[in-house]
């Protein structure tokens, strides 16, 4: 079956701009995670959703940041007012609940010039 | 920050040998995740080790957890050189949602 996918799988913006980044989760998982990564660490937790709700949003970084997930499948992270610290590797992941294996998509390379 | 601290940072071994990553982490935990990473992208699920549990094994896989110390082992056993890549322990802690990934170890097999 279809994996977790990411689109786009780059975007390059400039300084200001809105950016949004899609995900498309594993159909019936009703857990969804966004995680960044920049190069050389590991994933950093942004935000967690349980169905439609955000259930843990307490890694998002600022308040430029902001996701949905309003039919509890596909999620949008919204990213306002770019500035250069945000680029990374912007990765979703799903799961079939909490404390099971996440599936990762390929992840969405973010660059802001 | 991350919870999870990756031992060693990286490494480089021969084909045929044993590999052996540590992690370890800070609070209590419902379970442990090892993950594999290739390329910079694409997170790959290895294993899953639940905190009343010691020990998993998944074919060459073999993953240890203390809870007493607070820290976890990945041992891959005869190693390939497609076993190069970067292995990122997880965490989720027992008061929230969160997952927390630490900076992984570079694991390199030379052929």
């Known amino acids: 079956g279809a994996g977790v996918s990411q689109t786009p799988s780059n975007k390059v913006t400039e300084k200001g701009k809105y950016v949004e980044l899609r995900c498309d989760p594993i159909?019936?998982?009703?857990?969804l995670y966004w995680y960044r990564q920049s190069l050389g660490q590991g994933p950093e937790f942004l935000i967690y959703?349980?169905?439609?709700?955000?259930?843990?949003d307490s890694g998002l970084p600022n308040d430029r940041f902001f996701a949905v997930r309003p039919e509890g499948s596909v999620s949008t992270l919204k990213i306002q007012r770019t500035e250069r610290g945000d680029s990374a590797v912007y990765l979703c992941?799903?799961?079939?609940?909490?404390?099971?294996?996440?599936?990762f998509g390929p992840g969405t390379r973010l660059t802001v010039l | 920050s991350q919870q999870g601290e990756e031992d060693p940072q990286a490494l480089s071994i021969q084909e045929g040998e044993n590999a052996t990553m540590n992690c370890s982490y800070k609070?209590?935990?419902?379970?442990l995740q090892w993950y594999r990473q290739n390329s910079g992208r694409g997170l790959v699920h290895l294993i899953l080790?639940?905190?009343?549990?010691r020990e998993k094994h998944s074919g060459r896989l073999r993953v240890t957890l203390d809870t007493s110390k607070k820290s976890s082992s990945l041992l891959i056993t005869a190693s390939r050189a497609a076993d190069t890549a970067s292995y990122f322990c997880?965490?989720?802690?027992?008061?929230?949602?969160?997952?927390?990934f630490g900076a992984g170890t570079r694991l390199f097999v030379k052929a």
């Open positions: 609070t209590s935990i419902n379970n």
């Open positions: 959703f349980q169905g439609t709700g955000a259930a843990d």
């Open positions: 080790i639940r905190s009343n549990e």
């Open positions: 992941a799903s799961s079939a609940g909490t404390a099971n294996e996440q599936f």
């Open positions: 997880a965490t989720d802690d027992t008061g929230g949602f969160k997952t927390i």
């Open positions: 159909s019936g998982h009703t857990a």
